[in-house]
């Protein structure tokens, strides 16, 4: 590890998160790029869930999964070693970013990705449990693949799949202090503006002009079904996949 990234170079640290440090790395001779994360000695995280990330991401061989390549565990050492992904994580391209805005196709097959992979756990009764816009991460063809499976859980099937879906079109944070008091938080606000009639307020301004309407109805209608406040009114992750879906299907030619 230490040779992969020259002695963990603070040059090629990318991230920074509750596990420790990512650091980008080469390995097989210098051909295979991946990001290597170093446990930091003071992180929350505890054994447990690093053997737990381990157990998951080997059993878990999904399309969007990040593969786990290696790990060690060894002097004090708790290191875990995944591909690498070109684009970073989708959080980094969705708002406060000097990134060219992601189209409305991509956002919506980046949530397709997702959605997959989350249906892919649920089906085996297995839900994430800490699913968010920096856990899912983005390859060099964009593509989603969800990454940290140190806190799942296990659910009887009649409760599997009760997970609400992010309002990715919006290009804003959930609590936001910087803007107006009626639009602080984004789920009150996303809401009130479907029942006056106004979706168009919340879509993220690049954005506007060049999304389908009914795509957009279709993405909304799906989205406020997953905040249902009572898990069995919201949709199974199929149902998600589906409608994401059909989102995409009627945005068509669209470029947006």
Request: aromatic share 6%; net charge positive.
């Amino acid at each position: 590890m230490k040779a992969a990234t020259n002695k963990f170079r603070l040059s090629l640290r990318v991230d920074q998160g509750a596990f420790g440090p990512v650091f980008s790395g080469k390995i097989a001779g210098g051909k295979t790029k991946v990001a290597i994360k170093r446990r930091d000695p003071y992180s929350m995280h505890s054994e447990h869930e690093f053997h737990t990330e381990i157990e998951m991401s080997s059993k878990i061989l999904h399309h969007n999964f990040v593969p786990l390549v290696g790990y060690c565990d060894e002097m004090g050492e708790m290191i875990l070693v995944y591909n690498y992904m070109a684009h970073g994580c989708l959080r980094d391209h969705l708002y406060r970013t000097k990134q060219p805005p992601l189209t409305w196709n991509r956002r919506l097959e980046i949530c397709i990705g997702a959605a997959r992979g989350l249906h892919s756990l649920h089906t085996s009764q297995i839900i994430h449990g800490n699913v968010n816009t920096k856990k899912i991460l983005l390859n060099e063809k964009w593509v989603a693949k969800i990454t940290d499976l140190s806190l799942p859980k296990s659910l009887p099937l009649t409760e599997v799949s009760r997970m609400p879906i992010l309002l990715a079109g919006c290009a804003r944070p959930i609590l936001d202090h910087k803007l107006p008091k009626q639009q602080l938080v984004l789920v009150a606000w996303a809401l009130r503006c479907k029942v006056e009639g106004n979706l168009d307020q919340i879509v993220d301004p690049c954005l506007k002009g060049s999304i389908n309407q009914r795509s957009l109805e279709t993405f909304v209608g799906i989205a406020e079904k997953c905040l249902a406040s009572e898990g069995i009114h919201r949709p199974s992750m199929g149902d998600v996949l589906l409608y994401l879906e059909l989102a995409l299907r009627a945005q068509g030619t669209v470029q947006g």
